[in-house]
């Protein structure tokens, strides 16, 4: 099957700066995939290039098979971009510029579409009210509406949810959800690492440009998942442990394991001097910890 985005080599400066540096990655059909990365890593710099909005300087980027390049027009028909930025006409109403954006695709009858969307993003009240009049969460789903009036298949959200409050935030992914339960593949770029982790199968972290982790969600939690122990212990730590000893939390020592299997020299250790045990718990590690880990460029 096709991929819905193949990304090869693709590298982009801007001036001294080098924005993207040899990415390459593939996003399946129907996956439901996260770029992570801080800012600057060169997350909206690949996406604008996906949409044919800025070019690559090398590299080679296809949509569901077109390239952005060569075949601008097919790639741009099948994805849909959600952009970072509110961008907007301040005279239109709703409804307006999602018929405008409809006739943008050579849409000319999507009224049908169109109000499902509104129903969908609950726009529905708001169809005839100016842009400008709307609250900036509320311009947040007619971005979102904008990006979808094609049907794209392939639809790539760049940190839709900032500045938007809890429950237009839930609402947002439930719909999102629900499309990539109908089979359409979904690229998310947040800050929000617990979305990434809940909503994602897949992600990829960008640092400085650079693809530096491409995994399953679940690897990529369990290449670092439960190596932590808090322990409270009759006495001092041994000094023979001190090399592992990560911090002191809530009154427990915390110990940072390489391997799992490191937990029963651990245990031997602490009854070899004469040390009771009286509590030991695993620490869960989530996306937040990995991900602040492999910026910090510290090995997991
Ligand atoms: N048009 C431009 N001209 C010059 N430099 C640019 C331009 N666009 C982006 N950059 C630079 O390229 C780098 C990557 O920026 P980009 O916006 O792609 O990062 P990002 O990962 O999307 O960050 P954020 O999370 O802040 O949105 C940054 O250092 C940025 O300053």
């Not at 801080?38 to 390239?67: C, E």
């Not at 629900?178 to 982790?197: F, K, M, S």
């Not at 190596?227 to 090399?243: D, F, I, Q, T, Y």
Request: hydrophobic residues 45%.
């Amino acid at each position: 099957m096709t991929s819905a985005i193949s990304i090869d080599g693709v590298s982009k400066r801007y001036g001294a700066l080098q924005a993207l540096d040899s990415v390459s990655f593939s996003v399946e059909q129907g996956e439901f995939f996260a770029l992570l990365g801080p800012n600057g890593a060169g997350k909206t710099t690949l996406i604008s290039a996906m949409a044919g909005l800025a070019r690559q300087d090398s590299g080679q980027i296809r949509i569901m098979g077109h390239d952005t390049i060569a075949s601008a027009r097919d790639a741009r028909i099948n994805l849909g971009v959600v952009p970072q930025e509110l961008v907007f006409d301040p005279f239109f109403t709703v409804r307006e510029a999602l018929a405008f954006q409809s006739g943008y695709f050579g849409l000319r009858r999507n009224d049908a579409w169109i109000d499902e969307l509104l129903f969908k993003l609950g726009l529905t009240e708001k169809a005839n009210a100016n842009m400008r009049a709307l609250s900036g969460g509320m311009k947040r789903r007619v971005m979102v509406a904008q990006a979808l009036v094609h049907r794209p298949p392939v639809i790539v959200l760049d940190e839709p949810t900032a500045g938007v409050d809890v429950e237009l935030r839930q609402s947002l992914w439930d719909f999102v959800q629900e499309l990539n339960d109908a089979g359409h593949t979904i690229i998310l770029t947040t800050h929000y690492l617990e979305e990434a982790e809940t909503l994602c199968s897949r992600i990829a972290m960008l640092k400085r440009g650079r693809l530096i982790a491409l995994e399953d969600k679940d690897t990529l939690l369990s290449r670092s998942a439960k190596r932590e122990v808090a322990l409270k212990l009759s006495g001092e730590l041994p000094a023979s442990l001190a090399p592992w000893h990560a911090r002191n939390e809530d009154g427990r020592i915390v110990l940072s394991l390489p391997t799992l299997s490191d937990l029963e020299g651990v245990l031997t250790t602490l009854r070899g001097a004469g040390l009771e045990v009286r509590e030991l718990s695993m620490l869960e590690t989530d996306l937040e910890h990995v991900f602040v880990s492999m910026m910090s460029g510290e090995k997991i």
